[in-house]
């Protein structure tokens, strides 16, 4: 099984910036969490602040053959349209994931253009969002 972890703009700068929203971890504490967990699941971790580059990433699907995503597009869940067709283009399954509760920010955060052709929503819970979404979708190839 091979899942693409796609974090986009201003993912980046994790560890460094509102720490009180999005904690002390970097985008590093991420790989090295999700790859310890031992799972039988070839994992690609990218993160880009252009729209071209996550664009091109997704479309890489028809080569790439990812069996699942796991996305968290920062800002660009809220206003980006061509990232929701890129998805759409090439039917990569999903799940959303936010690392604040974007539900208890401001109100723009409240939409997003990914969730109704999402798998699930995951919110609020910090890296573990990562980690139960891949422990879901691990659990839909077993059949459980």
């Known amino acids: 099984m091979k899942v693409l972890v796609l974090n986009g703009v201003n993912l980046n700068m994790l560890g460094k910036r509102e720490t009180e929203l999005y904690g002390s971890e970097t985008l590093n504490d991420l790989e090295t969490r999700l790859t310890s967990l031992n799972k039988d699941v070839d994992l690609e971790f990218f993160q880009s602040n252009s729209e071209e580059d ?25 206003t980006n349209i061509a990232i929701r067709d890129a998805i759409l283009s090439v ?54």
């Open 91 to 144: 039917k990569l399954p999903f799940y959303e994931v936010h690392i604040s509760n974007v539900y208890a920010r401001e109100e723009f955060r409240h939409v997003s253009f990914f969730s109704d052709i999402a798998e699930g929503s995951i919110v609020g819970f910090g890296f573990d969002g990562y980690e139960f979404a891949l422990l879901k979708i691990l659990r839909n190839k077993n059949g459980s």
């Open 54 to 78: 996550i664009i091109n990433k997704i479309h890489s699907h028809k080569e790439e053959k990812y069996d699942f995503g796991i996305f968290n597009f920062g800002a660009h869940t809220h």
